[in-house]
């Protein structure tokens, strides 16, 4: 991204602050229905700061500097979505695999699944709750559950839409079943089953928060549930911006992740 297309992506941003802030200012909103972002920005850095004063005896300084409110819950949504993420495609990817591998196995299990997927892991919070408890369990397979239908139906299409002329060349070169499944089956569908991880790991992101919500007395859906009590627009709407920019990371980098390993089906491998 050059210069100028960052200056000309965060014109409308920071255009909405400017309108945001002097509406506020003006009184149009109340303060604690919406206030300014001035507001929000100290209250998000307070977030930032250390609660205590620093005690090297007892703890490292890079511990201390994270000890904040905000670090802790943002390191706990975090590695929730991290965990549940990683469970998600560790079920997902071996079962889309072999769903788009056998036909028999397709026909069987796909049914199933089609029934399934429709239903929003939001709607399993009871259950989850009943299953596993409080604490993370219940977050953690609710993000899982979040992060398994789209790498899966990603999966499946990505192994059943490979080109048969590919599988047509490598048997009549004499590859065999897992030459075929390992140089042209799994290259062809990676960038599938990639787009599928970006998905889910989006939709981890949607459902840890509403998880937090429910099930667990830390993290950004917590916090943000506990600013609704007291009426802390500004805790609120910090917590929503803190949860956006983590989002936006973590999709940048799965990005770049993407075009890395895809440089060769993009032309770009040197």
Same mark, same amino acid.
């Given at each position: 991204m050059t210069?100028?297309?960052a200056?000309?992506?965060?014109l409308?941003p920071?255009?909405?602050?400017?309108?945001?802030?002097i509406?506020?200012?003006a009184?149009l909103?109340s303060?604690v229905?919406?206030?300014?972002?001035?507001?929000?920005?100290?209250?998000?850095?307070a977030?930032?700061l250390?609660?205590l004063?620093?005690?090297?005896?007892?703890?490292?300084y890079?511990?201390?500097l994270?000890s *904040?409110e905000l670090?802790?819950?943002?390191?706990?949504?975090?590695?929730?979505?991290?965990?549940g993420f990683?469970?998600?495609?560790?079920l997902a990817?071996?079962i889309?695999l072999l769903?788009?591998?056998?036909?028999?196995?397709?026909?069987l299990?796909?049914?199933?699944?089609q029934?399934?997927?429709?239903i929003?892991?939001?709607?399993?919070i009871?259950?989850?709750i009943v299953?596993?408890?409080l604490?993370?369990?219940p +977050?953690?397979?609710l993000i899982a559950?979040g992060?398994f239908f789209?790498?899966?139906?990603?999966?499946?299409a990505?192994?059943?839409?490979?080109?048969s002329?590919?599988v047509?060349?490598?048997?009549n070169?004499?590859?065999?079943?897992?030459?075929?499944?390992?140089r042209v089956?799994?290259?062809a569908?990676?960038p599938?089953?990639?787009?599928g991880?970006r998905?889910?790991i *989006?939709?981890a992101?949607?459902v840890?928060?509403?998880?937090e919500?429910i099930?667990?007395s830390?993290?950004l859906?917590?916090r943000i549930l506990e +600013?609704?009590?007291?009426?802390?627009?500004?805790k609120?709407i910090? *917590?929503m911006?803190t949860?956006g920019v983590l989002?936006?990371?973590?999709?940048g980098?799965?990005s770049?992740?993407?075009d890395?390993?895809?440089?060769?089906h993009? *032309?770009?491998e040197?």
């Amino acid at each position: 991204m050059t210069r100028l297309s960052a200056f000309r992506g965060a014109l409308l941003p920071v255009g909405l602050l400017i309108v945001w802030e002097i509406a506020s200012r003006a009184g149009l909103f109340s303060a604690v229905v919406l206030p300014p972002p001035s507001a929000v920005a100290a209250r998000w850095f307070a977030s930032l700061l250390p609660a205590l004063p620093h005690d090297p005896a007892n703890q490292s300084y890079a511990a201390w500097l994270l000890s *904040g409110e905000l670090p802790h819950d943002a390191v706990a949504s975090l590695s929730r979505v991290l965990a549940g993420f990683a469970i998600g495609v560790g079920l997902a990817l071996p079962i889309g695999l072999l769903m788009g591998t056998s036909d028999r196995l397709y026909g069987l299990v796909n049914p199933l699944l089609q029934i399934l997927r429709p239903i929003p892991p939001i709607a399993y919070i009871p259950l989850a709750i009943v299953w596993f408890g409080l604490g993370n369990p219940p +977050a953690l397979f609710l993000i899982a559950l979040g992060t398994f239908f789209p790498v899966l139906v990603n999966t499946v299409a990505g192994v059943r839409q490979v080109d048969s002329i590919y599988v047509r060349a490598a048997r009549n070169l004499g590859a065999n079943s897992w030459t075929m499944f390992r140089r042209v089956i799994l290259p062809a569908a990676s960038p599938f089953v990639l787009a599928g991880m970006r998905i889910g790991i *989006g939709t981890a992101f949607i459902v840890v928060i509403v998880a937090e919500m429910i099930a667990v007395s830390d993290g950004l859906g917590y916090r943000i549930l506990e +600013a609704r009590e007291y009426m802390w627009s500004d805790k609120i709407i910090g *917590g929503m911006l803190t949860i956006g920019v983590l989002g936006l990371v973590i999709d940048g980098a799965m990005s770049r992740f993407n075009d890395h390993l895809l440089r060769w089906h993009r *032309g770009l491998e040197r």
